[in-house]
């Protein structure tokens, strides 16, 4: 079965300082992963998905995250953060595979908080 | 365009009541999920929809739980008998169909629905 970690509840950072959020995942085949996005009282927005192709992916806002099979991780970072990037993120695995639907799969989530 | 749309925002119901939530997804996406999001949480799998058929319900916590989606387009999720423990966000997302075990399609999520079961 898939299923992903994420390895802090809470990350505090200064504005201008780089982002870490760790994410490990567990899946018996190639995984889809993804990282969304929830700020407060709003939808969930996806930042950005590896799907097979490079191992370093580009999202919006200047985040990305690097698919390390080796470690089964999925880190998402951001070389400098902004006060508008406090928010839930959310580590997500598809489903996807043989005989699946591709429904999405969420850690539990990683509070960003952003200090001025 | 138009994103996923979902009605209402916000639910009261007391405990007991039988409730209707609305999610209009995006023009020409036929898969459809719901998703409950418990506080604190992160959102869980509740069931898929492919056009009209309901291919999946595995996560519908009881069987006052109820989804349809009768013309492929609009889906309802229906709560009978709600209880506390039904308080959450239920969100609803969309996508183009993903092709199994080869490529998994963006699914969009409307703005959910806030339920508070008194």
């Known amino acids: 079965a898939q299923s992903v970690t994420q390895l802090d509840s809470h990350v505090s950072v200064s504005e201008g300082t780089p982002v870490l959020l760790r994410c490990n995942y567990s899946?018996?085949?190639?995984?889809?992963l993804f990282w969304y996005v929830q700020h407060p009282n709003k939808g969930l927005q996806l930042l950005l998905k590896y799907t097979s192709a490079a191992t370093l992916v580009k999202g919006i806002n200047g985040f990305e995250a690097e698919f390390k099979k080796s470690e089964t991780s999925f880190h998402l970072t951001k070389p400098s953060a902004h006060m508008s990037d406090a928010a839930e993120y959310f580590c997500?695995?598809?489903?996807?595979?043989?005989?699946?639907?591709?429904?999405?799969?969420f850690g539990q989530g990683t509070t960003l908080q952003v200090k001025p | 365009g138009a994103g996923v749309s979902q009605s209402p925002r916000y639910k009261v119901a007391k405990r007991g009541q039988d409730v209707a939530l609305r999610c209009d997804p995006i023009s020409g996406h036929v898969s459809l999920f719901w998703y409950q999001q418990a506080l604190g949480q992160g959102p869980e799998f509740l069931t898929y929809f492919q056009n009209e058929a309901q291919l999946d319900k595995s996560g519908l916590p009881s069987d006052r739980f109820f989804a349809e989606r009768p013309e492929g387009s609009v889906s309802t999720l229906k709560i009978q008998r709600t209880q506390q423990e039904d308080s959450a966000v239920y969100l609803c997302?969309?996508?183009?169909?993903?092709?199994?075990?080869?490529?998994?399609?963006?699914?969009?999520f409307g703005p959910g629905t806030r339920l508070l079961v008194l």
């Open positions: 997302a969309s996508s183009l169909p993903s092709l199994r075990g080869v490529l998994q399609e963006t699914q969009y």
């Open positions: 899946s018996s085949y190639s995984p889809s």
């Open positions: 997500v695995v598809s489903d996807l595979g043989s005989g699946n639907t591709g429904k999405l799969i």
